[in-house]
């Protein structure tokens, strides 16, 4: 195999040698990179990289590791999983009602007097009680602060009587467009509100300081880095978040590269959000929009066309058509590319009637469907014909499994985040975890759920639409550079790329699926310097 080099010896700050190079390109295999000024100087044997090293240059011996492209989790949300790291209760591995109030009990009594107590994680399914809190349990365990408590979701909120009080949420409240306030059997709200009926206690609730959101960025994008992960997304944050991350980027302190997506419509503000400025550097990419059509798929609220099992509903669209449809176009025609939320088969027919009616994009640019859970053949042929990118998480099989199995119509079972078909359909995808949905965002168990299609339990979910740990890999790594634009920056270890770089313990090409979870990121670059060791 011919060394890819620079002409001049001297040229090259780093060599990584004696390893299992997997580039994602051609060739796909070799044994050594060379990095000059951040980014890839060439690829090749490491005998003749060796050979053509400069006296200066920094040498790493792999022993035989496994270097891969910096992971690229397509769909998360920064600032959520660094407020889970700062500040916010976790309930995640909340196992009953009477667990999360003593947790919440004890986390009120360390905060100020005055402050609001808020919380994110639970997951009824995986409780014992096989039910989400309500006011009455809220007010047990805090009952002269406001509670605000997010679903694992995020699609749901369980608030205590104190914050409904403070939101003006009471027996003749009326739940907003694409909104779902839940009440007890008297006719009053128990606690429970979907999707946009979440707006109302936004509006009152206090907000992150500017500081605040610039330590749970840096927390998060930290954690990102320490399972190789050097670029993610941050999928829709308001005008404020967005404003703390040009702050940020201005300042050079970005631990990692971030392509944020502004909301157009923010819950609890009345008018939609009008476009911010296009930017690109290399550290933040702020060129798409993201839309929410419908909601989330484990807490049985995203779109479906028949009830779910358990309950007597279909879920919720979050917009009236006519707005959605304009605010798309307004943003299309404006050169943005486009993210929506869309689970549930109601809500994918809706966006791609829409991303079809838009035409061509005027920058050339392809729109994204996030999550993408429950496409059938049809949507999926309309998808690849519209050049639509998935952005699924396969890492929810695992996670939420016990919940697709408890919660949806047996028909839907065998198309749930159907991830063969869509390749199959030549829909281009880019894997993610959105955390903080889930716990466990390593892009290593995505890839062996996707590998396995296994829940929590053991039980397969759709295991016909399993892909390979090729088809894994590329998922995370440039399968995530095409979804944002940045294919030809990263992705793949070509000269000229950024170093953005994992070193593995394994290679997740060869060991059982079952393992791919024991291997370690054992080191993370970022344009050619160590940010992360083990």
Not at 67 to 93: C, E, Q, Y
Not at 172 to 181: L, S, Y
Not at 282 to 303: E, N, Q, W
Request: proline share 6%; charged share 25%.
């Amino acid at each position: 195999m011919r060394a890819l080099r620079r002409e001049a010896n001297e040229l090259n700050d780093l060599l990584l040698y004696n390893g299992q190079v997997l580039t994602q390109a051609t060739p796909s295999v070799v044994s050594a990179v060379a990095v000059r000024d951040g980014r890839i100087a060439a690829v090749g044997h490491s005998v003749d990289l060796l050979r053509d090293a400069g006296a200066r240059t920094r040498r790493i011996d792999l022993g035989g590791r496994t270097v891969v492209p910096g992971f690229n989790d397509a769909h998360a949300h920064i600032w959520k999983i660094g407020h889970l790291l700062t500040s916010m209760l976790d309930l995640r591995r909340v196992t009953s009602v009477a667990q999360l109030v003593d947790d919440v009990r004890r986390f009120s009594d360390r905060l100020p007097r005055e402050a609001w107590l808020v919380g994110r994680g639970y997951n009824e399914a995986a409780m014992r009680d096989r039910r989400a809190p309500t006011r009455t349990d809220l007010d047990r365990a805090a009952p002269d602060r406001p509670v605000v408590l997010t679903r694992t979701c995020g699609h749901i909120y369980a608030v205590n009587s104190l914050a409904l009080e403070r939101a003006g949420i009471g027996a003749g409240t009326a739940a907003p467009v694409g909104g779902v306030i839940e009440r007890d059997e008297l006719g009053r709200p128990n606690g429970l509100l979907h999707e946009t009926a979440m707006g109302l206690i936004n509006r009152v609730m206090p907000p992150p300081t500017p500081d605040d959101y610039e330590a749970m960025i840096v927390a998060a994008l930290r954690h990102q880095l320490s399972l190789g992960i050097t670029s993610s997304a941050d999928c829709g944050v308001s005008p404020q978040l967005l404003g703390v991350y040009r702050a940020i980027d201005a300042k050079g302190a970005l631990p990692a590269r971030v392509n944020v997506m502004p909301l157009r419509r923010v819950d609890g503000v009345p008018a939609p959000v009008p476009l911010p400025e296009r930017h690109a550097s290399d550290m933040l990419r702020v060129d798409t929009v993201k839309f929410l059509a419908d909601g989330g798929l484990s807490g049985a609220t995203a779109a479906l066309s028949v009830n779910y099992r358990h309950v007597a509903r279909k879920g919720v669209l979050r917009f009236e058509r006519a707005e959605l449809e304009a605010l798309c176009r307004e943003s299309h025609e404006a050169g943005w590319r486009i993210a929506t939320h869309a689970i549930g088969d109601v809500a994918i027919d809706q966006m791609l009637d829409i991303y079809e009616s838009l035409g061509l994009h005027p920058r050339g640019l392809a729109h994204r469907i996030e999550h993408f859970g429950l496409p059938d053949a049809t949507q999926l042929s309309r998808a690849s014909r519209l050049r639509v990118i998935a952005a699924p998480q396969t890492i929810f099989i695992r996670s939420f499994g016990v919940n697709f199995r408890s919660y949806l119509p047996e028909a839907f079972l065998p198309r749930t985040y159907p991830i063969r078909a869509m390749l199959d359909a030549g829909v281009r995808v880019a894997l993610s975890s959105d955390a903080p949905v889930v716990e466990d965002d390593n892009p290593l168990a995505g890839m062996t759920a996707a590998i396995t299609r296994r829940d929590s339990e053991g039980c397969l979910i759709a295991p016909g639409q399993a892909i390979t740990a090729e088809e894994a890999v590329y998922g995370y790594t440039m399968g995530g550079a095409v979804a944002t634009g940045d294919e030809g920056n990263r992705g793949s270890i070509e000269p000229g790329k950024w170093a953005d770089l994992a070193v593995l313990s394994g290679d997740p090409l060869t060991v059982a699926p079952e393992a791919l979870s024991g291997i370690s990121v054992d080191m993370t670059l970022l344009a050619g310097r160590i940010v992360f060791e083990r």
